[in-house]
């Protein structure tokens, strides 16, 4: 089994920045694909964003420009750094991590962007 483990959400207005991580334990071999998505209240979850073990990023079109994700392979971490933040980025956020060829979700961190 594979845990993963959110922080860094938080109330931030708008224009402001917060950094979201993810940290991954247990019985984990080699991570391959390290992404986060959102969910917005009474809507479908999307992606955000991805980066493959190899360092290649995907963007959703509505953060380029704005979010960065990254991730530290010796710690297990996966990290999004998101700045200019508006009120649609509000949504509870999750980490997805594939490793052994099965994904494994976050519980989620809350994301509120609001003056």
């Known amino acids: 089994q594979v845990q993963l483990v959110e922080s860094g959400g938080g109330l931030v207005q708008p224009g402001g920045s917060l950094r979201l991580s993810c940290a991954a334990s247990g019985s984990i071999f080699r991570i391959n694909a390290m992404g986060w998505y959102r969910q917005p209240l009474g809507k479908q979850r999307e992606l955000v964003a991805a980066?493959?073990?190899?360092?290649?990023?995907n963007y959703a079109d509505s953060v380029k420009g704005r979010f960065t994700i990254s991730r530290d392979n010796a710690k297990n971490t996966v990290y999004l750094q998101m700045n200019s933040l508006k009120p649609e980025d509000t949504a509870v956020y999750y980490c997805r991590v594939t490793t052994r060829g099965m994904d494994y979700w976050g519980k989620g961190t809350l994301v509120t962007v609001s003056s």
């Open positions: 980066i493959a073990s190899g360092g290649i990023t």
